[in-house]
């Protein structure tokens, strides 16, 4: 199997607590395998988003990139990665398709060929999206079971998170460049309020 050039990889972490690395080295012996070295990659895309959030800059440059024609393969560790939304998942899907992209999948090896099948497509196209929207269902309802089991048990929430020297420094170059408050929180992995408070502790927010 051949991979139409120009191929994009792109790589996503919910938090900044997770690491990338399992991803790249899946996708870099996944490529090996197939004649490919990871230098030779046209584009690559890597957020630090959850998969719920769909303004991720490298997923829009990505999404860019389809709508354009500027690629033909794109290559995940699993389809999950692009979007645990179902509507933004089907649609982007969809787009890729009607434009001659082909998605590989790591980890659901078989999609490329179901996707190419009209009538496999639209069936893997429908699961999947159901499929990764329960597990994010399943997986916030463990996360409140779990704080709730915390709370009566009395264990204290909510443990402090402290950024290292070259993440405030990176922190207050985002707040300069006028990024969001909201996407500089999502970007460390920690609260609103916990980056208003090291702006502050660090004289550099004007509230």
Same mark, same amino acid.
């Given at each position: 199997?051949?991979?139409?050039?120009?191929?994009?990889?792109?790589?996503?972490?919910?938090?900044?607590?997770?690491?990338?690395?399992?991803?790249?080295?899946?996708?870099?012996?996944?490529?090996?395998?197939?004649?490919?070295?990871?230098?030779?990659?046209?584009?690559k895309?890597?957020?630090?988003?959850?998969?719920?959030?769909?303004?991720?800059?490298?997923?829009?440059?990505?999404?860019?990139?389809?709508?354009?024609?500027?690629?033909?393969?794109?290559?995940v560790?699993?389809?999950?990665?692009?979007?645990?939304?179902?509507?933004t998942?089907?649609?982007?899907?969809?787009?890729?398709?009607?434009? @001659?992209? +082909? &998605?590989?999948?790591v980890?659901? %090896?078989? /999609?490329? #060929?179901?996707? *190419?099948?009209?009538? @496999?497509? +639209? &069936?893997?196209?429908?699961?999947? %999206?159901? /499929?990764? #929207?329960?597990? *994010?269902?399943?997986?916030?309802?463990?996360?409140?079971a779990?704080?709730?089991?915390?709370?009566?048990?009395?264990?204290?929430?909510?443990?402090?998170?402290?950024?290292?020297?070259?993440?405030?420094?990176?922190?207050?170059?985002?707040?300069?460049?006028?990024?969001?408050?909201?996407?500089?929180?999502?970007?460390?992995?920690?609260?609103?309020?916990?980056?208003?408070?090291?702006?502050?502790?660090?004289?550099?927010?004007?509230?």
């Amino acid at each position: 199997m051949k991979l139409e050039r120009p191929i994009a990889v792109y790589i996503r972490v919910s938090t900044r607590k997770q690491e990338t690395e399992n991803q790249i080295i899946s996708i870099r012996e996944w490529l090996k395998v197939r004649g490919l070295n990871w230098d030779e990659i046209d584009y690559k895309f890597e957020d630090v988003e959850t998969g719920k959030e769909d303004r991720r800059p490298g997923f829009q440059e990505l999404w860019k990139l389809v709508k354009e024609e500027r690629v033909k393969s794109i290559v995940v560790f699993e389809v999950s990665r692009l979007s645990r939304r179902q509507r933004t998942l089907i649609n982007f899907l969809y787009d890729s398709i009607d434009r @001659g992209v +082909t &998605i590989y999948s790591v980890k659901e %090896s078989y /999609l490329s #060929d179901w996707l *190419r099948d009209p009538k @496999g497509r +639209t &069936i893997i196209v429908g699961l999947l %999206s159901i /499929l990764y #929207d329960l597990e *994010r269902q399943l997986i916030s309802e463990r996360t409140k079971a779990g704080l709730e089991r915390a709370r009566k048990e009395g264990k204290k929430l909510g443990r402090r998170f402290k950024l290292s020297k070259s993440e405030e420094k990176e922190l207050v170059r985002l707040y300069k460049e006028g990024v969001p408050i909201r996407r500089i929180a999502r970007r460390f992995g920690v609260s609103r309020q916990t980056v208003y408070n090291y702006l502050k502790r660090m004289g550099k927010s004007d509230s």
